[in-house]
């Protein structure tokens, strides 16, 4: 239930009775209106309509050039040149920041230096190698290293790394996207495909291929990632994402017992105490059992650091895992015995039986057929012989291979242009991979891993298809012994006086967790920072730190300003443009900022989080791949959301700033086909997301609140609107929808998509509306054109007719015609009073978090005009707009009317985001000139903390005068 305290003693004084106060002004928010003395204006009028019947094309236009010129006049800003931040505060901001801590034990050596170039047959040149001279190639002294605009070769990295000594030796990618494979001193170590369809965190053992205390040569090749010649806009190429490196690559060397995924978060808090719980895997590569403990200590470090706060050992045992120096591993490439091999690999034909010497062959070949089928048109884009070939069967077939006892890790990659990918495979009794009937795509070839205990000298596998009369297939299989045992540890933790994280107080704490032999020896340890933070959902109602929070949010859609013509920065900005978007919206009161799940508007790059979390912004944060379904099978929605959300949300999970994990966007939507898949999918991806963390708030897909369950009531009030809920909403939810921890939310478009009748889902219901859980409106908004006279001479002047969203067609259904485009500020003026009107009526209403569509100018193609910034981060009129709405402490009281007339009144409404005041409200009516026509107080106003207060006060404006443009201005003022 909404907390709404009605004021039955309040006192009203004209402007002619008012009292000069000299206490100290709180708030400052203001509306803009129409006057027109008529009776069809009384009552609310939207903009279409008006409520009069010569309310024209006109008389719209007419209206919003005078909006356009009060926000200017009220906001101080004559040209629309100016930007929020600008770049000398962006760097100094920069510089302020603290780097990560860093480990004592372990050796963390960042590879930022990489020669590259660009080729599709750099493995037949000899790029791999580890003496070849790549002293012509380009040279990058930092990553990421992405390849962009109209270019379509592969891209080839190669670094030089100078090794310690260590036991273990591991290589921790951040993010690569598009098909990779990796060479360490001319040995394939990674691949096929190190990376399929993701850009997701991976990790590659390399310990028994570096030398020690030695120069080392990496060699890394990345496919473009998009089938060439597809688009994923109409008359922009897909190559515009770019592909490559687009995070941090990290060489761990530490002991042989590793700490793995240390994870802490916050189960209770009070003012005295936080009961925190830590997870942490300790995984053991030794031959023997480990014996030890382990130590954590939590201090203060941002934005102070403290003495150690609390520190905690416990000992921990771990039994033996596979060993770390076995040479046993096998690379083999299934073929005919003329096909051209894979560097690393060795060929393994129909013919080729078990031959202990070798290690490997088929136990039986009967019914084996070798296949090469280099012409196969739609894979030639991939590039990849391992694909191009391969062995099938129609009856089961065993492969051996030369074994010891303990864990071995297997990797095949299956498919061919025949038979999509149908096949079973069994370690004795048990099948560690299946995918039947419906599986992968056929263009899909699927790199697929399981981990087994072999029990003796030889592993056999049986491959088989799904069901009789079906074929398998295998290209490849990579076999390696270099397999830990791991174990998972619980701890719980209490720190004293702890200093909550939020976006308006950023404290973070250091974590460091050393693990320690029983020699008091320390073996490893790990670095990280945490916040202490809870997110509760009490009754429909979010409290954030035990106390009640609204959010104030925007979408991020990946799209910066190009620094060069092919170069469109989407997928891995570089730190200014991260470090402006946020001040940018810090200074525009928002809270969250909402990240698309897609890779299609760009890749979750990890700074975003380093600096939200200092700075103060909370996050709602997705995984790497948006998990539309399209025509996919369900069994492929298991290994998709493991290869992707796993382990991005395990390398995220430490963030403070992270709110929430949301899987997918307007899923439904795909194809337009709706059955159980979406229930399936939303439970599946809930399971896992709260397995990994029970802290944070999970929305499996945004927008399903409507799709599910049908309760857009707010739609129904437009008839043209609603009609793709017939299908989708018939209260068929799945178990997840009602889990404590997820929020509903929906994606109205009041003045754009639907109508304005949109804006009123919940207005007007006051006491009477009771939300059934935390509510958001995570979409809302319009387009608006940015200023042309500075797009002259670049790639996007003038591509509004064009816009991807039809930006052109929704402009005339609301306005009535199109605008010029010299008519740009029009266009801004009608953003901005959507945003404004759009955002007041949902705060007065209560919901517990909003986000604007979008930030900047949406897509990376440049043809997506939502932003309330443009490509360059230079303000709309609707970033002013928002700003206002935005304000903490806010007063409306228009509730989305334009037009006033003498029987209408102004009832003043408070939104108040901050703590308890006693305040007094003045209500100030202007003229266009700016000059006081009236002005009456509201006094004695006992606000709650984030709370909403109804004075229950109609104010009846005084000297007005019919046909004029008018502006309400409400200043509040603590009342001592």
């Known amino acids: 239930m909404k907390k709404l305290l009605v004021l039955t003693a309040v006192t009203l004084f004209s402007i002619g009775f008012a009292v000069s106060v000299s206490c100290g002004e709180l708030s400052r928010t203001s509306e803009f209106f129409l006057y027109e003395d008529k009776p069809e204006n009384s009552g609310r009028t939207d903009f279409y309509t008006g409520g009069a019947k010569d309310w024209n094309v006109g008389k719209r236009v007419d209206y919003l050039k005078n909006y356009g010129s009060f926000l200017k006049r009220y906001y101080g800003v004559p040209k629309l040149d100016e930007y929020a931040t600008y770049p000398d505060e962006v760097e100094k901001t920069i510089n302020a920041l603290k780097p990560a801590p860093a480990p004592r034990v372990r050796r963390e050596l960042h590879i930022k230096r990489w020669k590259w170039a660009l080729s599709d047959e750099g493995a037949e040149a000899g790029w791999p190698a580890a003496n070849f001279d790549e002293s012509?190639?380009?040279?990058?002294?930092?990553?990421?290293?992405?390849?962009?605009?109209?270019?379509?070769?592969?891209?080839?990295?190669?670094?030089?790394?100078?090794?310690?000594?260590?036991?273990?030796?591991?290589?921790?990618?951040?993010?690569?996207?598009?098909?990779?494979?990796?060479?360490?001193?001319?040995?394939?170590?990674?691949?096929?495909?190190?990376?399929?369809?993701?850009?997701?965190?991976?990790?590659?053992?390399?310990?028994?291929?570096?030398?020690?205390?030695?120069?080392?040569?990496?060699?890394?090749?990345?496919?473009?990632?998009?089938?060439?010649?597809?688009?994923?806009?109409?008359?922009?190429?897909?190559?515009?994402?770019?592909?490559?490196?687009?995070?941090?690559?990290?060489?761990?060397?530490?002991?042989?017992?590793?700490?793995?995924?240390?994870?802490?978060?916050?189960?209770?808090?009070?003012?005295?105490?936080?009961?925190?719980?830590?997870?942490?895997?300790?995984?053991?590569?030794?031959?023997?059992?480990?014996?030890?403990?382990?130590?954590?200590?939590?201090?203060?470090?941002?934005?102070?650091?403290?003495?150690?706060?609390?520190?905690?050992?416990?000992?921990?045992?771990?039994?033996?895992?596979?060993?770390?120096?076995?040479?046993?591993?096998?690379?083999?490439?299934?073929?005919?015995?003329?096909?051209?091999?894979?560097?690393?690999?060795?060929?393994?034909?129909?013919?080729?039986?078990?031959?202990?010497?070798?290690?490997?062959?088929?136990?039986?070949?009967?019914?084996?057929?070798?296949?090469?089928?280099?012409?196969?048109?739609?894979?030639?884009?991939?590039?990849?012989?391992?694909?191009?070939?391969?062995?099938?069967?129609?009856?089961?077939?065993?492969?051996?291979?030369?074994?010891?006892?303990?864990?071995?890790?297997?990797?095949?990659?299956?498919?061919?242009?025949?038979?999509?990918?149908?096949?079973?495979?069994?370690?004795?009794?048990?099948?560690?991979?299946?995918?039947?009937?419906?599986?992968?795509?056929?263009?899909?070839?699927?790199?697929?891993?399981?981990?087994?205990?072999?029990?003796?000298?030889?592993?056999?596998?049986?491959?088989?298809?799904?069901?009789?009369?079906?074929?398998?297939?295998?290209?490849?299989?990579?076999?390696?012994?270099?397999?830990?045992?791991?174990?998972?540890?619980?701890?719980?933790?209490?720190?004293?006086?702890?200093?909550?994280?939020s976006p308006g107080s950023p404290n973070l704490y250091e974590l460091r967790v050393t693990l320690v032999d029983s020699n008091g020896r320390e073996l490893d340890d790990t670095a990280s920072t945490f916040g202490v933070v809870t997110l509760e959902d009490r009754d429909g109602e979010l409290f954030v730190n035990g106390e009640r929070y609204r959010i104030r949010g925007v979408l991020e859609t990946h799209s910066f300003p190009p620094e060069r013509d092919d170069d469109l920065r989407c997928i891995a900005p570089p730190d200014k443009w991260i470090v402006q978007d946020i001040l940018d919206n810090k200074k525009a009161n928002v809270n969250m900022m909402r990240f698309h799940p897609a890779e299609g508007l760009g890749t979750n790059y990890s700074r975003w989080l380093d600096f939200a979390d200092q700075l103060g912004m909370f996050v709602i944060w997705s995984p790497r791949q948006w998990f539309h379904w399209g025509n996919r099978s369900e069994e492929e929605f298991s290994p998709l959301i493991e290869s992707n959300l796993e382990p991005s949300m395990i390398r995220t999970r430490n963030y403070a700033s992270v709110f929430a994990w949301e899987g997918g966007n307007e899923t439904y939507y795909n194809d337009e086909i709706w059955d159980d898949r979406?229930?399936?999918?939303?439970?599946?991806?809930?399971?896992?997301?709260?397995?990994?963390?029970?802290?944070?708030?999970?929305?499996?897909?945004?927008?399903?609140?409507?799709?599910?369950?049908?309760?857009?009531?707010?739609?129904?009030?437009?008839?043209?609107?609603?009609?793709?809920?017939?299908?989708?909403?018939?209260?068929?939810?799945?178990?997840?929808?009602?889990?404590?921890?997820?929020?509903?939310?929906?994606?109205?478009?009041?003045?754009?998509?639907?109508?304005?009748?949109?804006?009123?889902?919940?207005?007007?219901?006051?006491?009477?509306?009771?939300?059934?859980?935390?509510?958001?409106?995570?979409?809302?908004?319009?387009?608006?054109?940015?200023?042309?006279?500075?797009?002259?001479?670049?790639?996007?002047?003038?591509?509004?007719?064009?816009?991807a969203s039809s930006a052109a067609k929704h402009e005339k259904n609301r306005l009535g015609r199109n605008l010029g485009f010299d008519e740009w500020e029009i266009s801004q003026a009608y953003q901005a009073l959507v945003m404004h009107n759009a955002i007041s009526v949902y705060r007065t209403e209560d919901a517990d978090g909003l986000a604007i569509c979008t930030g900047a100018e949406g897509r990376h193609n440049g043809r997506y005009f939502k932003g309330i910034r443009d490509m360059y981060r230079r303000p709309k009129l609707a970033y002013y707009a928002t700003r206002t709405a935005y304000s903490p402490l806010f007063v409306e009281g228009l509730n989305g009317d334009i037009i006033l007339s003498s029987s209408d009144s102004v009832e003043p409404v408070v939104v108040n985001d901050g703590p308890a005041a006693d305040v007094n409200i003045e209500v100030v009516f202007k003229d266009m000139s700016g000059k006081v026509v009236d002005r009456q107080t509201i006094k004695n106003v006992v606000m709650l903390g984030a709370a909403n207060v109804r004075p229950g006060v109609k104010i009846k404006p005084e000297n007005l005068v019919s046909g004029n443009y008018y502006s309400v201005e409400y200043i509040v003022s603590d009342k001592k």
């Open 136 to 501: 012509s190639w380009s040279s990058s002294d930092a990553t990421p290293i992405v390849i962009r605009g109209e270019e379509t070769r592969d891209l080839w990295l190669r670094a030089t790394v100078s090794t310690g000594d260590y036991e273990k030796a591991l290589l921790d990618f951040e993010s690569v996207l598009g098909r990779s494979e990796m060479w360490v001193n001319g040995a394939k170590v990674a691949g096929p495909d190190a990376v399929h369809e993701s850009s997701a965190p991976f990790r590659v053992d390399l310990t028994t291929w570096l030398k020690k205390s030695a120069e080392n040569k990496i060699v890394i090749h990345v496919r473009d990632h998009k089938q060439r010649g597809e688009s994923s806009s109409p008359d922009e190429p897909s190559k515009y994402m770019g592909w490559g490196i687009l995070g941090d690559v990290t060489l761990i060397e530490t002991g042989a017992v590793v700490i793995d995924n240390a994870f802490i978060y916050t189960k209770q808090l009070s003012p005295d105490s936080a009961a925190l719980k830590l997870r942490l895997n300790v995984k053991n590569y030794r031959t023997v059992q480990f014996d030890g403990k382990v130590r954590v200590e939590v201090k203060k470090w941002f934005p102070k650091e403290t003495g150690v706060v609390k520190t905690v050992e416990f000992p921990v045992s771990v039994i033996a895992g596979s060993g770390t120096g076995s040479p046993e591993y096998y690379a083999l490439d299934f073929g005919t015995a003329d096909s051209p091999v894979a560097p690393g690999y060795e060929r393994v034909t129909e013919s080729t039986v078990f031959d202990a010497a070798k290690g490997y062959g088929w136990d039986k070949t009967e019914g084996l057929k070798s296949f090469d089928r280099a012409d196969a048109a739609h894979v030639a884009p991939v590039g990849a012989d391992l694909k191009r070939d391969g062995v099938e069967g129609s009856r089961p077939a065993a492969l051996k291979l030369t074994t010891s006892p303990g864990l071995w890790a297997f990797e095949f990659t299956m498919g061919s242009a025949d038979h999509p990918v149908e096949t079973k495979v069994k370690y004795i009794d048990k099948y560690i991979f299946e995918i039947g009937k419906g599986g992968f795509r056929e263009w899909e070839y699927a790199p697929v891993n399981s981990t087994v205990y072999v029990r003796g000298s030889a592993a056999s596998l049986r491959f088989e298809p799904p069901e009789k009369g079906k074929t398998f297939t295998i290209n490849a299989l990579i076999a390696t012994n270099r397999v830990p045992w791991s174990q998972r540890i619980e701890k719980s933790i209490q720190i004293p006086k702890p200093e909550p994280w």
């Open 678 to 803: 979406a229930r399936k999918f939303a439970d599946e991806f809930y399971n896992l997301a709260e397995s990994l963390d029970p802290s944070r708030f999970i929305l499996p897909i945004s927008f399903w609140y409507a799709q599910f369950e049908g309760k857009a009531d707010f739609y129904k009030i437009d008839p043209n609107r609603g009609n793709e809920l017939t299908w989708p909403g018939s209260g068929r939810s799945p178990l997840s929808f009602w889990a404590p921890n997820v929020f509903w939310d929906v994606h109205p478009y009041p003045g754009w998509y639907g109508s304005w009748a949109e804006i009123w889902w919940g207005a007007g219901k006051g006491d009477s509306y009771k939300k059934d859980k935390i509510f958001f409106i995570s979409e809302f908004g319009a387009e608006g054109m940015p200023n042309w006279d500075l797009y002259k001479n670049e790639r996007y002047y003038h591509a509004w007719e064009n816009s």
